[in-house]
């Protein structure tokens, strides 16, 4: 949920769905493509992966702001774009969707920072596959070895201090949100 685009909650949860599965589908596959040079295997990878990632997504979104469902498209978007901007949103009566976007999005943070160790114990693999991968392996699995382990690099070394501000930010919307006259409305969070 962090790290889906601000744009995709104006969408519905069928678009939530394809919006983060095709991506997914289409960024594993052209790895499998390169790694192998399978056209079939890269069909199969898209068309299972992306499905499963956009409904898992989908669905993991709907279950940690689940008053999005209340709210139409342009609601959804305000209160996306002042939570992450650390903004107060322009109408009072979506405060109470800010608290509770911005609790979504501390909750998710608190669940994926439990995570973090396995990617740690992944990256670590990853890199020690990769040079493994440098002295033996053919030129498509030695690139696709490398992509792995660099962007499993830069996630550790990237995520942690952009996941930090986001979260910063949801803190400082969030302030405002709570004082707000409707934020004490029955269900408001």
Do not use: K, N
Not at 36 to 65: C, D, E, K, N, T
Not at 121 to 132: K, N
Not at 157 to 183: F, G, N, V
């Amino acid at each position: 949920m962090i790290l889906v685009p601000g744009r995709l909650w104006r969408q519905s949860p069928v678009c939530r769905a394809l919006g983060t599965g095709l991506p997914a589908g289409v960024f594993f596959a052209a790895f499998v493509l390169v790694e192998s040079g399978s056209w079939p295997g890269a069909a199969v990878v898209f068309l299972v992966l992306s499905p499963l990632h956009g409904i898992r997504s989908a669905r993991r979104m709907g279950r940690a702001w689940p008053g999005a469902a209340d709210l139409d498209a342009a609601g959804r978007a305000a209160v996306v774009r002042a939570t992450r901007r650390g903004e107060a949103v322009g109408d009072p009566a979506l405060a109470p969707a800010v608290v509770e976007y911005a609790d979504g999005l501390h909750r998710i943070a608190e669940e994926d920072r439990l995570r973090r160790p396995l990617v740690l114990l992944v990256t670590v693999l990853a890199v020690a596959l990769a040079g493994y991968d440098t002295v033996t392996a053919p030129t498509g699995v030695l690139i696709t070895s490398w992509l792995v382990a660099a962007l499993l690099l830069a996630d550790l070394a990237w995520w942690p201090r952009r996941r930090a501000r986001l979260l910063e930010r949801a803190a400082r919307a969030r302030q405002p949100a709570r004082s707000a006259p409707d934020a004490d409305r029955p269900g408001s969070g």
